[in-house]
C-alpha cells in the first residue's frame, strides 16, 4: 500500500503565504513526478506545480513566479513536496491535491492521490 498525507492548508488574507506539504509512504520502489493540483468550486481540477525525480518543474501559468515546489527525495521511506505559496490571491482559494507517479515495490506504475487540503484565500 502506499499513502499520500498532505498538510498545510488553511485560510490566509490576500497577498499572505502558506506552505504545503506531502509524505508518501509505503510500498514504494521509486517516485517519478510529484505535483499538486487544485479544484475550485464549479470548475475542473487543474494542474498547479509539479516536479520530477531530477528536480526538473512545471508551473501553471497563473502561478509562475508566486509558487515554488521542491521535494527532498528518499530519506528512509518518506518523499515531501513543499509548495511554497507567496502573494496569494482570492483566486488561488481551492482544495490542493497532492499527486504522485510511483512505482511500487511489485514495479508496478501507477498515480496516487492525496485526501485534498482546502486552501482559502480571503480578499
Known amino acids: 500500500q502506499v499513502q499520500l498525507v498532505e498538510s498545510g492548508g488553511g485560510l490566509v488574507q490576500a497577498g499572505g503565504s502558506l506552505r504545503l506539504s506531502c509524505a508518501a509512504s509505503?510500498?514504494?520502489?521509486?517516485?517519478?513526478?510529484m505535483g499538486w493540483y487544485r479544484q475550485a468550486p464549479g470548475k475542473s481540477r487543474e494542474l498547479v506545480a509539479a516536479?520530477?525525480?531530477?528536480?526538473?518543474?512545471?508551473?501553471?501559468d497563473s502561478v509562475k513566479g508566486r509558487f515554488t515546489i521542491s521535494r527532498d527525495n528518499a530519506k528512509n521511506t518518506v518523499y515531501m513536496v513543499y509548495p511554497q505559496m507567496n502573494s496569494l490571491k482570492p483566486e488561488d482559494t481551492a482544495v490542493y491535491y497532492c499527486?504522485?507517479?510511483?512505482?511500487?515495490?511489485?514495479?508496478?506504475?501507477?498515480?496516487?492521490w492525496g485526501q485534498g487540503t482546502q486552501v482559502t484565500v480571503s480578499s
Open positions: 509505503g510500498s514504494i520502489f521509486r517516485i517519478n513526478s
Open positions: 499527486n504522485a507517479d510511483i512505482l511500487d515495490r511489485w514495479l508496478i506504475q501507477r498515480d496516487y
Open positions: 516536479i520530477t525525480r531530477d528536480g526538473s518543474t512545471n508551473y501553471a
